[in-house]
């Protein structure tokens, strides 16, 4: 797998394997024969989605992974969620759209309101942790964990697909991987899908 975001996304299915922690079972399913939507897709037939979502989270730059974490999130919630997670949802949407650390730094704020426990909370300090520093910005730079984002972005599809209905969760971790796998695609983040972009 060839890494079009160097400095984003770890570069091989067995790197993102790791990196991402997945469990036993996951790792048993892949071998080096797999292109890595040949193993998304074995994970999903063996129901292994929450490991899926982890692969996804990991191997998605980290703008474009924060989207999937955001847009999982608003699909977690009623029309009309409560003032606070409708406000950390808007501005996790402001630095999606605008990536400032004047946004990144209210997301944090308002993840820290609503909890990072939450879909809105989670994907707001993914937004957060894909900065360059967790100090103030007055203070010198301290680097967030390498795959703090991530972690968090995998958070935030996770409690999305589980928070509202959990009898239903299955049928939403599919729809969120298969948005993920969307959101591959458009990135090219494997590299061949040139051509059918539309």
């Not at 048993?28 to 024969?33: E, I, R, Y």
């Not at 390498?146 to 996770?158: D, F, L, T």
């Not at 939403?172 to 590299?191: D, P």
């Amino acid at each position: 797998m060839t890494n079009p975001n160097p400095g984003g996304p770890v570069k091989t299915v067995a790197d993102i394997c790791r990196v991402a922690e997945m469990d036993e079972a996951a790792m048993a399913l892949w071998n080096d024969g797999l292109d890595p939507r040949d193993y998304i897709a074995q994970l999903v037939e063996h129901e292994l989605f929450v490991d899926a979502i982890k692969f996804l989270a990991h191997a998605l730059p980290k703008r474009q992974a924060v989207w999937w974490a955001w847009v999982s999130a608003k699909r977690a919630y009623d029309d009309e969620p409560p003032e606070a997670v409708k406000t950390t949802l808007e501005i996790t949407g402001k630095w999606i759209a605008e990536p400032t650390d004047e946004y990144r730094r209210a997301a944090m704020t308002h993840a820290e309101a609503v909890g990072y426990g939450t879909p809105a909370g989670s994907a707001a300090l993914a937004a957060f942790l894909s900065g360059d520093s967790l100090a103030p910005p007055q203070l010198q730079a301290v680097a967030p964990p390498r795959y703090a984002a991530a972690k968090a972005i995998s958070g935030a599809v996770i409690l999305a697909a589980v928070s509202r209905d959990p009898q239903k969760a299955n049928e939403q971790f599919q729809k969120f991987i298969t948005q993920g796998l969307e959101v591959a695609e458009k990135t090219q983040l494997w590299g061949d899908n040139a051509d059918s972009e539309s």
